[in-house]
């Protein structure tokens, strides 16, 4: 499978506990993408890389999470302490781009995170 | 905050009718793409439009693009129950500060009736 992958589909996790994600792109892409969705509403950004370099962090992101992306392949989104109010689908995307240019971005199925 | 708006935000239509929705947005734009999401799955790709097109086709879906209104459309012809998903436009915003995000509005439910 070419596509973007992510790891773990669910889970479910005590309030307090920290929760890792990873995100495999689609190899030749670039750029990746973070997005946070909640039921009936459209995906929220979160942050997004370019190549190793994280470019922005949506003000919306607290101190508790963290993002990474070592040597511009897969990444990590890292939730600590987690609250109630993190229960959500987390949303990994890829792309390929170049300054302005920016092809479309394909989507992973999802972390749908559920906190207890 | 989220660029993109969709409308309406229900469709509930025949199998065999079109559907038609848009998304209107408030800043300029590189492109607008259109995805569609089933219940509790990820996001697929359907069509990516540039700043500089005024309408494109893929299969049964044909978008156009105003770009002095700020608005996009979304046509599915001859609608299959298949097509039963929320859609959602997203935008990337025009070359001007490094700003490669895309922007999601909250999406248009559809429902296809058999």
């Known amino acids: 499978d070419t596509g973007v992958s992510q790891d773990p589909r669910h889970k479910i996790t005590k309030r307090g506990q920290n929760v890792t994600f990873r995100c495999d792109p689609i190899s030749e892409h670039n750029r990746l993408y973070w997005y946070r969705q909640t039921l009936g509403q459209g995906p929220e950004f979160l942050t997004y890389?370019?190549?190793?370099?994280?470019?922005?962090k949506s003000r919306l992101l607290s101190d508790r999470f963290s993002a990474e992306r070592p040597k511009g392949s897969f990444s990590t989104l890292e939730i600590q302490r987690t609250e109630q109010g993190d229960s959500a689908m987390y949303l990994c995307a890829s792309s390929l781009g170049q300054g302005a240019e920016n092809t479309e971005a394909f989507f992973g199925q999802g972390t749908r995170l559920t906190v207890v | 905050s989220q660029q993109g708006e969709e409308d309406p935000q229900a469709l509930s239509i025949q199998e065999g009718e079109n559907a038609t929705m848009n998304c209107s947005y408030k800043t300029s734009i590189n492109n607008l793409q259109w995805y569609r999401q089933n219940s509790g799955r990820g996001l697929v790709h359907l069509i990516l439009?540039?700043?500089?097109?005024r309408e494109k086709h893929s299969g049964r879906l044909r978008v156009t693009l105003d770009t002095s209104k700020k608005s996009s459309s979304l046509l599915i012809t001859a609608s299959r129950a298949a097509d039963t998903a929320s859609y959602f436009c997203?935008?990337?915003?025009?070359?001007?500060?490094?700003?490669?995000?895309?922007?999601f509005g909250a999406g248009t439910t559809v429902t296809v009736r058999a």
């Open positions: 997203a935008t990337q915003p025009y070359f001007s500060s490094n700003d490669y995000k895309l922007s």
């Open positions: 439009i540039r700043s500089n097109e």
């Open positions: 890389f370019q190549n190793e370099a994280q470019l922005e």
